[in-house]
């Protein structure tokens, strides 16, 4: 079965700082990865997504994300916070065995962007 | 392009009363529909989802059921609401393979009271 860790619940950055949002995952077949952004009172909207190929992708609002194997690992990262930044992200894991669909999610951390 | 619509936004429910949230998704057939609940610090988790008209999977046993009566609608019940079950409502879709993305609704935030 897969899971997802995602590493502190709650992350603080000055406006302009780098972003590392951090996400572990558990699988036992070749994992899909992906990234979503909820803002208040909203769905959430997927940031970018990992599939085969190229382990580094790139996403919507400057963000993107690696894939590393070997460290179980897809850390968010964007080189320079926005305050429209401010919201919560979630991690979450499927793999090529599902038909259902079917996503596992990270309990999610709160980005904080300070002026 | 594929929508989702889900309503109403914001609902307020006395305990006991019934329930009943409506989604529905537009610009695709037979797609994959998902409901999950989102209660404060604790993630999404997922309630029910459905691959087909009239075939519903529960993912934790509760209150609550789901059906799917057109290929795009479904709707998530309830005979008698507890206080336990006020959290915000998110319907999605995908395409039903692995790699497919979830595309949600706005989400319905439900006050029991």
């Known amino acids: 079965a897969q899971s997802v860790t995602q590493l502190g619940s709650h992350v603080s950055v000055s406006e302009g700082a780098l972003v590392l949002l951090r996400c572990n995952y558990s699988?036992?077949?070749?994992?899909?990865l992906f990234w979503y952004v909820q803002y208040p009172n909203q769905g959430l909207q997927l940031l970018l997504k990992?599939?085969?190929?190229?382990?580094l992708v790139k996403g919507i609002n400057g963000f993107e994300a690696e894939f590393k194997k070997s460290e179980t690992s897809f850390h968010l990262t964007k080189p320079s916070a926005h305050m429209s930044d401010a919201a919560e992200y979630f991690c979450?894991?499927?793999?090529?065995?599902?038909?259902?669909?079917?996503?596992?999610f990270g309990r999610g951390t709160q980005l904080t962007v300070w002026p | 392009s594929q929508t989702i619509h889900q309503w109403p936004a914001t609902l307020v429910q006395p305990v006991g009363s019934p329930l009943s949230l409506e989604c529905t998704v537009e610009?695709?057939?037979?797609?994959?529909l998902y409901w999950y609940r989102q209660a404060a610090g604790r993630g999404l988790q997922l309630l029910f989802y459905?691959?087909?008209?009239?075939?519903i999977s529960s993912e934790v046993p509760q209150n609550l059921s789901a059906s799917r009566p057109q290929d795009r609608q479904f709707i998530l019940s309830s005979k008698k609401l507890l206080l336990s079950d006020s959290g915000f409502y998110l319907c999605?879709?995908?395409?039903?393979?692995?790699?497919?993305?979830?595309?949600f609704g706005n989400g319905t935030r439900l006050t029991v009271t």
């Open positions: 979450a894991v499927s793999d090529e065995g599902s038909t259902l669909g079917r996503l596992y």
């Open positions: 459905s691959v087909g008209i009239g075939q």
């Open positions: 699988s036992s077949v070749p994992p899909y």
């Open positions: 999605a879709w995908s395409g039903g393979t692995g790699n497919s993305p979830l595309h």
């Open positions: 610009g695709t057939s037979n797609p994959n």
């Open positions: 990992y599939t085969t190929g190229a382990t």
